[in-house]
Nanobody, 128 residues
Framework: QVQLRESGGGLVQAGGSLRLSCAAS????????MGWFRQAPGKEREFVAA????????YYGDSVKGRFTISRDNAKNTLYLQINSLRSEDTATYYC?????????????????????WGQGTQVTVSS
């Protein structure tokens, strides 16, 4: 099964940018559809973005459309989340997650329970 490890979080001023990375190991990365979620203190985990196993198709949560970009490099076994125009409400722990695509047609899943594999998270804090 795949193991996931996020990096790239930190403290950034409002309006700034960050690029989060999620390194995958232990299995063939291109066999997995991927997603990013986030969880702020006292709030439920929120879907951020999803990407198909080949990277051709993406899907975003309404709160991040136009500011966040999900991408992947299957040759490097890495998933990315480019975050621009950061706002204080983007402060959260960001998690990457995966599920086996099994060659099936991709559909964007916002449901965290459909992703059995998770990283440990990386903290993003936006100061105003």
């Amino acid at each position: 099964q795949v193991q996931l490890r996020e990096s790239g979080g930190g403290l950034v001023q409002a309006g700034g940018s960050l690029r989060l990375s999620c390194a995958a190991s232990g299995s063939t990365f291109s066999n997995y559809a991927m997603g990013w979620f986030r969880q702020a203190p006292g709030k439920e985990r929120e879907f951020v973005a999803a990407i198909s196993d080949g990277g051709e198709r993406t899907y975003y949560g309404d709160s991040v459309k136009g500011r966040f970009t999900i991408s992947r490099d299957n040759a490097k076994n890495t998933l990315y989340l480019q975050i621009n125009s950061l706002r204080s409400e983007d402060t959260a722990t960001y998690y990457c997650a995966a599920y086996t695509s099994l060659g099936n047609p991709w559909y964007p899943s916002e449901a965290s329970q459909e992703y059995p594999y998770w990283g440990q998270g990386t903290q993003v804090t936006v100061s105003s």
